[in-house]
């Protein structure tokens, strides 16, 4: 596994699991995350053929692997259980929404709550995300692993408050500053990875809040991404966040985790 990432400064990374190397080592022409998702996988280099040593990533710090993505979307109620939470019926085809870069932020956050006379009740998520490394229009869902370039840990953020007392409130509940955090890195695995035994955990104070597996949402990734490339035109840097499988109320003092299995995990404290 290869993984794509940028330090707290700033400096774009290329990796693996044996640590990271600065991406213009591998290739002098990149000078973003960005410049480099059309190449992944089929392309990437390896870490071990650039002229430079590797830095573990226990010994750095590391912000949001995209600088600028590009469209963020988020999937409500892809798992039955979570439909279930909210008292609600699955959708029979995507439930998505837009969230706005402004939103986004990178490990550690913090995520910040409104005011609690806005929202006195966020609730944290954690997901997979989808990062597009193409462009692209009318994938077929067997062709997206073509487009796609790879994944990372999510967590979501909702006033959940907001949201209840209208469903057409539901940008303003998702678009809160600091309410997705991406990160640390995006993994990029070799074409045709079963993402089925994928399990996403929420994760609040080291405590398991809910969990579920890929094999169990309504639509998949590689689903998400064709239903999407048939609406509008995808390009690098977007990103789809596949859904939660539960959602956990936080509160100032929180700490709050996605883990994806395989594709790595990403914490942010919660503050107001």
């Known amino acids: ?77 892809n798992y039955a259980d979570h439909a279930a939470d909210l008292d609600e019926d699955a959708p029979s085809e995507p439930a998505s929404f837009f969230k706005p870069a402004t939103a986004a932020t990178g490990p550690g956050g913090p995520i910040r709550l409104p005011p609690a006379d806005i929202s006195d009740r966020v ?41 209840r007392r209208n469903p057409r409130f539901l940008t303003r509940a998702k678009s809160f500053d600091t309410f997705l955090v991406l990160g640390p890195h995006i993994a990029v695995p070799d074409r045709g990875t079963d993402l089925s035994d994928v399990e996403v955990r929420t994760v609040v104070n080291d405590e398991p809040r809910a969990r579920n597996v890929v094999a169990n949402m309504h639509v998949p990734p590689r689903e998400l991404v064709a239903f999407h490339s048939r609406v509008m035109t995808l390009e690098p840097g977007d990103v789809i966040s596949t859904g939660t499988p539960g959602a956990h109320v936080v509160r100032p003092g929180d700490r709050v985790r996605a883990e994806v299995d395989r594709f790595g995990s990403v914490d942010a404290a919660v503050v107001r």
């Open 123 to 163: 609730t944290a998520e954690a997901e997979l995300g989808v990062v597009i490394g193409r462009t692209c229009r009318d994938v077929e869902a067997a062709s997206a692993d073509q487009v796609i370039a790879g994944y990372l840990p999510v967590i979501d953020v909702t006033a959940e408050d907001v949201l």
């Open 1 to 77: 596994m290869r993984y794509l990432a940028r330090t707290a400064d700033g400096t774009p990374m290329l990796g693996d699991d044996r640590g990271y190397v600065p991406l213009e080592a591998a290739v002098p022409d990149a000078e973003s995350i960005r410049d480099v998702l059309p190449t992944a996988p089929d392309t990437l280099p390896d870490p071990e053929t650039a002229p430079a040593r590797r830095v573990p990533a226990a010994h750095l710090s590391f912000g949001a692997p995209l600088a600028d993505p590009g469209k963020l979307f988020g999937i409500g109620l």
